[in-house]
């Protein structure tokens, strides 16, 4: 439903995903979980406006913490969702009821996410955040997760960007530090030239974003990359190619 010119308001009520695409089967080896993407058209379509990550590549919000829990299927009751774009503001909103399944001891579950961000110059420059919550309706036990970011162009090809996220449990902040990750870094990217990247996250031990992904916690990352790139020639069936 348009509720402007700009903001469309969807709604879904007994939520039915058996039309989607099965998921790919994965040999994981590794002790990390695998961030499966999503498939789900109803979550696709909002992507752009709900998703926030981190330098790292740690996820705040993914929408496959709804509707499943210890590899079962949860059945979703409803929700709505409201996205748009006005005056160099992105907003997007979501909130979403799913059953408990007591033989498999898995709660109802209330799911809430707002992110948004703000255009701060022509190259697409912004600054976000996003506040999720989980609550768990049988215990009235609750989660949260805020964060702020900010990705700064400098030109067409160098990118500064910024992170800080903070977990807590029934909205309890203390001993902030082992529940908060800082990320910052500099990219350039291009297709003809030099390439670079350096980037560090810094990642509490009890930093633990339920409605998101994190492959690790109690960590620090310091990650660089460095290449060249030459653009084919227009007779070549390769688009470019590089060292790095």
């Not at 992507?47 to 929408?63: D, H, P, Q, R, V």
């Not at 748009?84 to 907003?91: E, Y």
């Not at 400098?154 to 990118?159: F, G, K, M, P």
């Not at 930093?207 to 060249?228: K, N, Q």
Request: a negative charge; hydrophobic letters at 40%.
């Amino acid at each position: 439903y348009g509720l402007s010119k700009n903001f469309t308001l969807d709604l879904t009520v007994n939520t039915d995903f058996a039309q989607a695409e099965v998921d790919d089967v994965v040999i994981n080896l590794t002790k990390f979980d695998v961030n499966l993407p999503e498939k789900r058209s109803f979550f696709l379509e909002s992507k752009n406006y709900l998703g926030f990550s981190t330098t790292a590549g740690n996820e705040m919000f993914i929408t496959r913490s709804i509707g499943r829990e210890n590899d079962q299927i949860v059945p979703i009751i409803g929700g709505a969702r409201v996205t748009g774009k006005s005056n160099g503001w992105q907003m997007g909103t979501l909130d979403m009821q799913s059953k408990a399944i007591p033989e498999a001891e898995i709660a109802a579950h209330n799911f809430f996410v707002f992110r948004t961000r703000k255009d701060i110059d022509s190259l697409g420059s912004f600054v976000g955040g996003i506040v999720t919550n989980r609550v768990d309706i049988d215990s009235s036990r609750n989660h949260q997760t805020i964060g702020l970011d900010v990705v700064k162009r400098l030109n067409d090809h160098v990118t500064v960007v910024g992170n800080v996220e903070g977990t807590a449990v029934k909205a309890n902040f203390s001993g902030a530090w082992k529940q908060m990750n800082i990320g910052c870094g500099i990219f350039r990217s291009t297709k003809e030239g030099i390439f670079y990247g350096l980037w560090n996250d810094i990642i509490g031990s009890k930093f633990a974003p339920v409605m998101g992904y994190v492959e690790e916690a109690d960590v620090g990352i310091i990650g660089s990359r460095l290449g060249h790139s030459w653009q084919a020639k227009e007779s070549s069936s390769l688009a470019y190619w590089s060292l790095e």
